[in-house]
């Protein structure tokens, strides 16, 4: 069977990729809106690029109100700017939320409507020139077709998916990432792995897209706890960003499952941020879905060094399950009660996330396929799950 892989056209990677990128941003257009968030203007973030862009005299405009994971709102607002502005293409520069709100604001400029129309829909006119750059090392937006927007209406992290969405050129300068506090470092490094882990576990997957997920999952096991310990560990951040992006890759050739789709819901109703949520998730999920594949967590547990000679692949495959409960672990995460969920609601709750759940159809592409019943369960036992980790903390 033949697969397509898709990538961004350019990746320009390394220490200062930013600075090196100049003749690139020359020729992407003549005014950029810039889409961020109001922190990276404060941490000086976001003039390491406008500073790149004032030496090469492109204009520019900062939308930097994209503080929280978008909405469509954001987007609305967005698209206006980018007309009233002039603007003949954008920049990302921050973590998912800003990277998917440039992809929205991209779509709706070129094919009108609202963003709240657009879940399931294909994209059909061509969008605007983008580029991402990522301040964290999680999400992978900077190499997928995906992004991710609130709609506030219905409550529902709608997922948008269409080759359209993938960037022009994506730019990965870790740097850019030293001040991430160890919290933001923790939880969207589980994105990346949870990507990679989902794509490689994915039906969806084949043999390109298995390359990078190994290669990110080799990445993130080496260096992950490195960069939460010590922040301005240069070597860790540095593959920590080249792992986001092999992780994104992956999961947008291959599919995220049955983690992402439940993780999704969660952030929609309780605010929780999505590294968080897909953390939480982890160890509930993967004792599901493990049964179905054993040989490929046994393969992981090779890539990672924890398998041993004379291990069996359950044994292998047990190895790998340990070895990410131990790293999750280390990472010193928060309880759904901590992020202030309270059981009667969640439970009220459950029957919606799992419909949502299925709506989006992550979780069909996990290899032991659940249906809606299932899902209902697996939130059920994800609860009860938390309930014996805090008293066992306690
Ligand atoms: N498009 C995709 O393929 C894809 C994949 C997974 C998740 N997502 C989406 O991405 C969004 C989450 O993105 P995220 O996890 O990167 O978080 P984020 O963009 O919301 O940022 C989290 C926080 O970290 C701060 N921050 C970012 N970079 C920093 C830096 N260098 N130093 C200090 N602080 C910094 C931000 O200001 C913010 O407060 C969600 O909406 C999620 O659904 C998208
Ligand atoms: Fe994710």
Redesign the pocket.
């Known amino acids: 069977m033949a697969n397509v892989f898709s990538i961004p056209r350019f990746v320009i990677s390394g220490e200062n990729a930013i600075n090196f990128s100049l003749d690139y941003f020359k020729k992407m257009g003549t005014k950029a809106l810039i889409v961020t968030?109001?922190?990276?203007v404060k941490?000086g973030?976001a003039k390491s690029l406008t500073d790149v862009l004032d030496e090469g005299k492109v204009s520019y405009y900062v939308y930097d109100e994209?503080?929280?994971?978008?909405t469509h709102v954001m987007i609305d607002k967005g698209v206006e700017l980018y007309k009233n502005e002039n603007c003949d293409f954008l920049i990302a520069i921050?973590?998912?939320?800003?990277?998917?709100a440039m992809?929205a604001i991209a779509a709706v400029y070129a094919n009108g409507g609202s963003i709240t129309e657009y879940m399931g829909k294909k994209i059909e006119k061509e969008l605007p020139c983008m580029c991402a750059i990522?301040?964290?090392s999680?999400?992978?937006?900077e190499?997928?077709?995906?992004?991710?927007?609130?709609n506030t209406d219905t409550e529902v992290?709608m997922l948008l998916i269409d080759p359209k969405?993938m960037v022009d050129y994506a730019i990965l300068d870790h740097t850019?990432?030293?001040?991430?506090?160890p919290s933001?470092t923790a939880?969207?490094g589980v994105?990346a792995l949870t990507?990679a882990l989902e794509a490689y576990t994915s039906k969806k997957a084949f043999s390109m897209s298995d390359s990078y997920a190994v290669s990110a999952i080799k990445r993130i096991y080496a260096n992950l706890l490195d960069a939460y310990k010590d922040g301005k560990n240069e070597s860790a951040r540095h593959e920590m960003s080249l792992a986001a992006f092999e992780a994104?890759a992956a999961?947008?050739n291959a599919s995220v499952h049955i983690i992402?789709g439940m993780s999704?819901p969660i952030?929609a109703l309780f605010h929780v941020?999505?590294?968080m949520s897909n953390a939480m998730l982890l160890k509930t999920c993967l004792e599901y879905f493990k049964t179905a594949v054993m040989p490929e967590l046994c393969e992981l547990a090779k890539a990672i060094g924890v398998y041993k000679d004379g291990m069996s692949v359950d044994e292998g495959a047990e190895a790998f399950v340990a070895a990410t409960h131990d790293l999750v672990n280390a990472l010193g995460l928060k309880s759904p009660m901590d992020c202030g969920i309270t059981k009667e609601v969640f439970f009220e709750k459950i029957p919606k996330m799992a419909a949502d759940a299925m709506t989006s159809g992550s979780p069909l592409n996990a290899r032991r396929t659940p249906a809606k019943e299932d899902l209902m369960e697996l939130y059920t036992k994800f609860w009860n799950d938390w309930e014996v980790i805090r008293a066992s903390r306690s």
């Open positions: 968030d109001a922190s990276m941490f973030i994209i503080n929280t994971e978008p921050g973590g998912g939320s800003p990277m998917d992809k990522p301040t964290t999680g999400t992978g937006s190499a997928t077709k995906v992004s991710i927007i609130t992290k969405l850019l990432t030293l001040s991430l506090p933001v939880t969207t994105d990507h994104g999961f947008t992402h999704r952030g941020p999505h590294g």
